[in-house]
């Protein structure tokens, strides 16, 4: 790992990619208004960067972009990984290890996720203020390299609070709809039954998905903040179930994206 890091590292420093201060992982439907923000923008294809796996989901564009927003040196995932695709944890988590290595001080998180808080609305926001690790693997499982961080990192607040004040504040300010809730990572790619929705909101979690979590359990592990925010994609009422529509799911993203898209600008230009 430590060498896959270091050859992925290297190759991004030949091509521009110096000091970088923010990080940034767009999710599902919410890659494209950020990436407009980035100035002066070096684009590589994740294909091209040693060890980075490839993005196989349609709407993932697999893209690394690195530019400046708000003052900062940022680099954006455009799309992320996901372990239906077939990657193991620690391929999909490497993106993250090489931001820290690179010099990230901070990392900034998206996803769409099912809402089964109902008294919320599939559009919403949720800033996520913890999270329930459902998937059936863990990133730090296997020899643990002391360079990178602890054998036992400590989770008790796996998002920065720091930062998510900062949110919770720009939010205010700006008139938007904040939600703060537990997200629940799942394995996927199929959505949950009916039982499953209940089971899952029984147990603590507002809303669920598939990602987010490996990587915040490694920037924990390295010692990089981080904050998440889920947009609220489609209604999980197990007593009024409806068939998903994956078209739909990703055209409420696109129009919420806007709004944290703002959020996320407005954050950097305050780190």
Not at 138 to 143: E, S
Not at 145 to 150: C, N, Q, R, T, V
Not at 153 to 171: E, G, R, T, V
Request: proline share 6%; hydrophobic share 40%; glycine share 8%.
């Amino acid at each position: 790992m430590l060498n896959e890091i270091k050859e992925a590292s290297d190759y991004l420093k030949r091509h521009g990619l110096v000091a970088p201060e923010v990080g940034v992982i767009l999710g599902t439907g919410l890659g494209n208004l950020f990436v407009q923000e980035i100035e002066n923008a070096i684009e590589i294809n994740y294909n091209s960067i040693p060890h980075f796996p490839v993005s196989t989901v349609e709407f993932h564009k697999g893209r690394l972009i690195y530019g400046d927003v708000a003052g900062k040196k940022v680099m954006a995932m455009q799309g992320r990984f996901h372990y239906y695709e077939g990657y193991n944890l620690q391929q999909i988590t490497l993106p993250v290890r090489v931001m820290k290595v690179l010099g990230v001080q901070q990392l900034l998180i998206s996803n769409a996720a099912g809402n089964m808080n109902l008294k919320w609305k599939k559009g919403d926001m949720m800033l996520i203020d913890d999270h329930i690790n459902l998937l059936p693997d863990n990133p730090l499982r296997g020899p643990n390299y002391e360079k990178l961080g602890p054998r036992f990192p400590d989770m008790s607040q796996p998002y920065a609070q720091a930062l998510n004040k900062k949110l919770i504040a720009i939010a205010k300010k700006q008139k938007v709809v904040l939600r703060k809730g537990v997200y629940v990572g799942v394995m996927g790619p199929n959505l949950e039954t009916r039982a499953e929705y209940r089971f899952l909101h029984r147990i603590g979690a507002d809303a669920v998905g598939m990602s987010t979590v490996p990587e915040v359990i490694v920037a924990n592990h390295m010692g990089l903040p981080c904050c998440a925010i889920s947009v609220l994609t489609d209604d999980c009422d197990p007593d009024n179930l409806k068939p998903a529509n994956i078209n739909e799911i990703i055209a409420i993203a696109g129009k919420t994206e806007k709004k944290l898209t703002r959020l996320y600008v407005a954050l950097i230009g305050q780190l």
